[in-house]
């Protein structure tokens, strides 16, 4: 008997059916020589503080460095601390009975870092020391999990993965746990949560804001021109910028009287503008941050949805080419795609024989290829589903187009001595782009404001008759916020927001994160009250300005070590770097940041006295989230983020002492309608709204 070990209970059931396991037992399924069960996600987790015996935060004990790290099960924040989670413990005990009663273990976790790390938590918290085989797939349909079945691969092929998840986790709990106690015992219990890839990630949303806040805009002017020739009709605009109004209308009115410019330079160059690659993870999270507005977050979902029904390859993928034995699969799908009427105008540009294989690159790929449709025709899909399931499926087309070639003209025109451009871009071979039909604005193109403008033929010392001038009247433009899919661009290459040329230069391949946890550690940062999404863009909170302002120049903000850090990662899996090396540089950089943030001033807000309404005999302890009762048999608490607003000092007061708050405005309901509202302190001391008539 075999057991095998899923990530999820729908993966588990697709593999138990095409292994014949139909027997349907508590928690597993059976069958054909196998129990296949699943984990419920981190099951195990590393153990808290109390678990060594260091209760609340205390100066004296940071800064912590558990040896060994201790596995616990997974934990339930709850109001008094954290419990074990009875559904963790549940399937523990399952996955314990199902691996006892078998002499081998196939592990069908996600193939990953965090799926190898979720089963060997609990392989090495159950301590067992049964062999194990490894299922190493990429698509959940029938043909490669059969595929996979067949190449099963030794468990110890992935130690090196294993380990640098191991150190991953180890590592954000080291300056997690300490920075997050350092920084909140400076800040006199305030709860001020840090961590080694959501501070920098931080920083860059609170950098971006500061520079976007304080940029001062500056008027300047610039002359465009109309011309006409050979009953075309075009314009040049002025190289020169002008500040004075006045200037540049002077020389307006002398170029209206010269009335012709002469063609004084011409610039022809054929461009060829690449075929996009496939997605990775973040490049789909970016596309439809763009176009559809998802969160990084949302789109992950959908893609891992899409991925357990079987329609797209493994979701959490950091490369964008496919290995040359994948190649031959590629007509198949563009022929699965040709059924449905929806791609077929797109597949009629292009060549079957005669694809483009700049995806093929068997040294770029990493864990898993990049983002392809798989055999399996979707059916019953959400509007949000269907939207990526057509982004992952234009992309391979695009993928698979050649080269869209255009012929690129820069002509420099004269007034007196006054420089004009022209420029002008026609399409010789559409390419890729005939594929969504996609002549302008491109991702690739160097211009992303490009417009298609052709122009008549033109020489030099040609004159040209000036029809009408126009000022144009401009402002310099302050930093553009980020949104998520510029945050997830900067992150992705975190090398750019280093200001120093040279070191950026050295760093112009680093990043923070993967693409497996960017979307986690933007949710962590909006969850944290650090920052807020406004419209399409980021926004820091004050709370997250404040932590900024705190921790800006100490070495937990900063963007370079993170990303350094994730090089290191990658070189622990690649068995380039001894796990016990990084962990002795973390624990050293866990010290500086303890010390550095310990030391830090933070001024306290003007918080009153006040009494607890229900017991009336102990103050209440007021913190940036919640207002609580230290008596425990008493136990009265009030949350101060209330329909996404947060109480403040006042409002607080008032209601503690009057019963009912000043007007709460802008409050959000659980259907997203914007309200106002009175908070009313009821006789049984629970809260309630009073709510306006507009409501």
Not at 295 to 319: H, M, N, W
Not at 525 to 545: A, E, M, Q, V, W
Request: charged share 25%; hydrophobic share 35%.
């Amino acid at each position: 008997m075999k057991a095998i070990i899923a990530e999820k209970p729908s993966v588990a059931r697709e593999i138990a059916h095409l292994l014949g396991a139909h027997e349907k037992k508590d928690g597993y399924l059976s069958g054909n020589g196998y129990c296949v069960t699943w984990a419920l996600g981190h099951l195990i987790a590393l153990g808290m503080p109390e678990d060594y015996g260091i209760k609340g935060f205390n100066k004296t004990s940071l800064p912590i460095f558990p040896d060994p790290f201790i596995l616990t099960p997974k934990k339930l924040k709850k109001v008094n601390g954290y419990e074990p989670d009875p559904f963790a413990l549940k399937q523990l005990n399952t996955i314990k009975q199902v691996i006892n009663q078998c002499s081998s273990i196939i592990v069908a976790t996600d193939a990953g870092r965090e799926g190898e790390l979720i089963f060997r938590y609990i392989y090495h918290y159950i301590q067992c020391n049964k062999p194990f085989e490894r299922l190493w797939i990429s698509s959940l349909t029938e043909k490669a999990i059969q595929d996979g079945f067949k190449n099963l691969q030794p468990g110890d092929t992935f130690d090196g993965l294993y380990e640098a998840a191991k150190a991953r986790s180890e590592a954000d709990w080291l300056v997690g746990i300490n920075a997050t106690q350092a920084l909140t015992i400076a800040g006199n219990q305030d709860v001020y949560s840090l961590g080694r890839v959501q501070t920098p990630t931080l920083a860059l949303i609170c950098h971006r804001f500061l520079q976007h806040q304080n940029f001062t805009k500056q008027k300047y002017f610039q002359i465009q021109l109309s011309h006409r020739k050979e009953y075309t009709d075009f314009t040049s605009i002025s190289q020169l910028q002008w500040e004075e109004k006045k200037q540049a209308e002077q020389i307006q009115k002398s170029i209206e009287r010269e009335g012709r410019a002469v063609v004084k330079d011409i610039s022809v160059t054929t461009v060829q503008e690449q075929s996009p690659l496939l997605f990775d993870l973040t490049e789909l999270q970016k596309e439809a941050n763009r176009k559809l507005g998802l969160s990084a977050d949302e789109v992950l979902q959908i893609a891992q949805s899409l991925y357990e029904k079987k329609f797209i390859t493994y979701p959490r993928t950091g490369s964008k080419y496919i290995p040359e034995d994948i190649w031959p699969e590629i007509p198949e799908l563009v022929r699965i795609l040709n059924t449905n009427h929806q791609f077929k105008s797109a597949i009629s540009t292009l060549k079957f024989g005669n694809f483009n294989k700049r995806i093929v690159n068997d040294v770029k790929v990493t864990d898993h290829h990049g983002l392809l449709i798989t055999t399996k025709i979707p059916s019953a899909l959400s509007t949000t589903e269907k939207a990526i399931y057509e982004m992952i499926a234009y992309r391979l087309l695009e993928s698979i187009s050649h080269a869209c070639i255009k012929k690129i003209s820069h002509i420099m025109i004269k007034v007196h001595h006054y420089e004009f451009q022209v420029k002008g871009t026609k399409i010789l071979s559409h390419g890729w782009r005939a594929i969504k039909g996609l002549l302008t604005d491109s991702e690739n193109s160097d211009n992303k404001n490009e417009v298609l403008t052709e122009l008549p033929e033109l020489k030099i010392g040609d004159e040209l008759k000036i029809s009408k001038t126009e000022l144009l009247e401009k402002v310099t433009q302050s930093p553009k916020l980020y949104t998520e899919a510029d945050l997830l661009s900067a992150m992705e290459n975190a090398g750019r927001s280093v200001e120093n040329k040279e070191e950026q230069k050295a760093l112009s391949n680093i990043s923070i994160g993967t693409p497996a946890t960017r979307a986690s550690i933007i949710e962590t940062l909006l969850s944290r009250n650090y920052i807020f999404r406004k419209s399409k863009t980021l926004h820091p909170t004050d709370k997250g300005l404040q932590v900024y302002n705190l921790v800006k120049d100490k070495k937990i903000a900063n963007v370079q070590m993170t990303a350094e850090w994730e090089i290191a990662l990658d070189k622990i899996e690649k068995g380039e770097l001894n796990k016990n090396q990084f962990m002795n540089d973390i624990q050293a950089y866990t010290a500086d940041i303890t010390s550095e943030l310990l030391s830090l001033y933070i001024p306290q807000e003007n918080i009153p006295q006040l009494i607890c309404p229900k017991c009336q005999q102990h103050n209440l302890i007021i913190k940036d989230k919640i207002v609580k009762c230290p008596d425990e048999q008493c136990s009265w608490i009030l949350f101060r983020i209330i329909c996404g607003v947060r109480l403040s000092i006042k409002d607080l007061t008032l209601l503690l002492t009057q019963n009912k708050t000043s007007l709460i405005k802008n409050m959000k309901s659980k259907n997203g309608k914007k309200f106002d509202a009175y908070l009313i302190l009821k006789e049984d001391f629970i809260t309630t709204f009073e709510l306006t008539k507009n409501f």
